[in-house]
């Protein structure tokens, strides 16, 4: 899943690092033969999470992952800025 969040943090977990302060769930559109996720985001139609042309995002994936004590991996984050 891809987790997004307006603000960064450090927590630390069992199955790697949150960076995000806060995150919500941004629901997966489709995943490659590769393992990316991939979401399209619309300004004129935003999720209920107040993306805004202009605003500052930070992303960051969970995934699972059954060879790791947690069962459960968390990304690098990346932090997105939407032109307006």
């Given at each position: 899943m891809i987790l997004l969040a307006p603000t960064v943090a450090s927590t630390s977990l069992p199955g790697g690092r949150l960076c995000l302060g806060a995150p919500r769930r941004l629901t997966t559109t489709?995943?490659?033969?590769?393992?990316?996720?991939?979401?399209?985001?619309?300004?004129?139609?935003?999720?209920?999470?107040?993306?805004?042309?202009?605003?500052?995002?930070h992303f960051q994936a969970w995934f699972r992952d059954p060879g790791s004590a947690a069962g459960y991996a968390l990304s690098s984050a990346a932090r997105v800025t939407f032109r307006p």
């Open positions: 489709s995943t490659t033969a590769y393992g990316r996720l991939l979401h399209t985001v619309t300004l004129t139609a935003p999720p209920a999470t107040a993306i805004a042309a202009g605003s500052t995002w």
